[in-house]
Structure formats: C-alpha cells, structure tokens
C-alpha cells in the first residue's frame, strides 16, 4: 500500500496507471509496466513482477539501473555541493570538461542538460562560426540536415523533423534548413553551398529504426564539409558512448566530426547530463553572456559525468558492446524470413523490422512484456533493441528467446 502526497492510497499498476493518466500529458503511449525498482539488466514492476530491460531508456541506461559507481559518485557530490550556477566557478566542471575532451579526443566542451538543448547549442555556435569566421552574410547560413533525423523536441529542432506526427501544429518554424534523404551522399553534394555552415546527421538513425547509412558515406560527408568549408556535426546522443562498441560511432568509419552533441548515457541515467564537445576555435566564438544555462554543468551533473567518463574509460564497456553486438547481430540474423523482414544496426544496438503478417510493433512490445522482456516499437512495425551493456550474455539469450517466441508465432 502507497500513500500519496494528495492522501489517497493505491497499490496495483492500474491504479498508478490511472493516476498517469488523469494528471499527466498524454504526450507518450507507454507500455503498461509500472516500474518500482531497478538494478542492472533487471527492472521490477510494483506487484513484483521482473522484467530485462531491452531498451535502456533508449541509451541512457548504458551502464544499467543503479551501477555502483554512479550512484556512489552522486552521493559523494550530494554530500558535498550540487548547485552553483555559472555565477561562480566549481571544483568539478573544469575536470569533467577535460576529462570528456580526451575521451573524445576533442578539444573543449559546452556541458547542457538534455540531448536537445546539446543540439540547439550546437546549431547556434555553428551560426555564429558561420557568420565570425567563414564569413557568411548575416542571416543567411544554412544547415544541412537529413530526412528521417531525431535530434530532440524544441520548436526549432522540430522545424527539420521530417516526422509530420512530431511537427505537425508547432509551426512557424526556424528557417535555414536543408532536409537531404539520409545515407546519400549525391544529395548531400547537391545541397551544400557556399552558405552552408554545417552539416548535422546522426552517424546511426537511432529513432527512426537504427538505421545504418552505406559504407563510406560518413567519409564522403567528411570530405564534403572540408571541400565546402563548413562544420561536420555529429549527433551521437544515442550512438556515443560505447553503444555501438567504440566511445563514438563515428569512429568506425575513421572520421572525425567538428562538432559531436553527447548526450543520454553521459548522465549514467541518474541525472539528465550533455554537451557539446569538438573543437576549441569553434565553440571559443561563444563569448560570455551570449550562451547558457542555469543547471547546465552542475557539481552533481559533472560528478555524475566524471564517473561515467571513468568506466568507459576502462574500454570495458566498448569491448562488451562489441562481442555481445556480434552475438546480437548473429542471433537476429537468423530470424530474418522467420518472422523477420529485416535488421539493421552496430554494437548492442538493432532495429528488427517485423514482417507483413506478424504482430505489430506494439503487438510485439505487450508480448514481450507478457514474457518478461522490455523494450519498445518506432515507427509501426520496427522493434529497438538496445540493452545495458552490463547485460549478462545468458541474460541477453533469455531477452531474444522471448523475441524469438514473439515473432515466430504465428
Ligand atoms: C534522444 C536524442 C536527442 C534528444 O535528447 P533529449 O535528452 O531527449 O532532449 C537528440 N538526438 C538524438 C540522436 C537522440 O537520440
């Protein structure tokens, strides 16, 4: 039995559920799972129930509920200070930032709080390089963008979505974007012009299925952005920091961005931590005042942070990504005709489309639940998978034996 704030007393998941639903914008569909506690792979629903989450609050979770580190590193800075605001100078930003510069092998860093705001600060500092350093006529830069992209929920990001469910009825939008079909790099060419001051792509679409972009195609928007002089900006909110086996997922193609936005798994999903990280002449064009935010790299934040930068420091979670991704990959290889028409992804990270016939995304999800697993549909028909990296092996074989169940049974 609960006791809440208002008085009333409640105790089942319906009777939660039903709270959520009275009070709470109906902005999302969850699953019908009310989540109590959590440790590692393994979440437990207020009657008891346990599940093995599959789909890590969509990357946040990299490191699992609650692992000991983190919460040890949040209690330690709880102890101490968790609040200064930028007025004042703090004993932990200065080492979060270099740390997550030579994680990344960039050169400064501008720490936020959500993913979006990573992203809307990126889009600034590139207009403004635009217009101090390339020398674009003020008000004219333009950023090219690609179709199908997820780079978070404010009214400008949303003003390039090209996902009519995401920007429908939010307009006016901002100006200045060119929306390219993804993993195509003629297009790409086409659309960059001497008024483009940068390119920003995610290296994997992670909300629109995990979508992987052709070989070389990184490589080429590389090469284009120098040949053009204008910034290459990586989204790695959701591909970054080991997801895909190395700390980005840019690096498997060898390349390296201006500008990377980090988000999600920096705050070791204990509290909301991101940043923009890339090089020093181009985020030095902010100068004070013009730039900020009141929670954005916190003692608490950056504690969190510096925690996370240690274990993946280690290269103990990007070998993990890489040899459970291949065990990954290779059971889910093997269901393609058996009830799947396609897979997709890298690392510890897969988009199954399930074919014509078989249940449907959401379908899929409340079986799974029924069986213990959690993870979440995108698009219709198209299940993400992206469990901890702590997961144990036998744990991620018991998760696809229930994926298995699921899209094989007719
Ligand atoms: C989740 C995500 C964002 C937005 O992050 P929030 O913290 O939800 O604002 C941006 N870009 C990508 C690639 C993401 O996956």
Known sequence: MTTFADGTTTATSADYIALDERWSTHNYHPLPVVIAEAEGAWVTDVEGNRYLDFLSGYSALNFGHRHPQLVAAA?????????????????QLGRFCAELAQLTGTEMVLPMNSGAEAVESAIKIARKWAYRVKGIPDGESR???AASNFHGRTTTIVSFSTDETARADFGPFTPGFDVVPYGDAAALAAAITDRTAAVLVEPI??????????????????????????LLIADEIQSGLCRTGPVLALDHEGVRADLYTLGKALGGGIVPVSAVVGRADVLGVLKPGEHGSTFGGNPLACAVGRAVIRLLSTGEFAERAATLGERLHQRLAGLLGHGVAGVRGRGLWAGVDIAPGGPSGREASEALKARGVLCKETHGSTLRIAPPLVISEADLDRGLDALVEVVTRS
């Open 75 to 91: 209690k330690e800075q709880l102890d101490r200070v968790t609040l200064t605001s930028r007025a004042f100078h703090h004993d």
């Open 205 to 230: 679409q992670g909300e629109a299925g995990v979508i992987v972009p052709p070989q070389g195609y990184l490589a080429e928007a590389r090469r284009l952005c120098d040949e053009a002089g204008a």
């Open 143 to 145: 950023i090219v963008v």
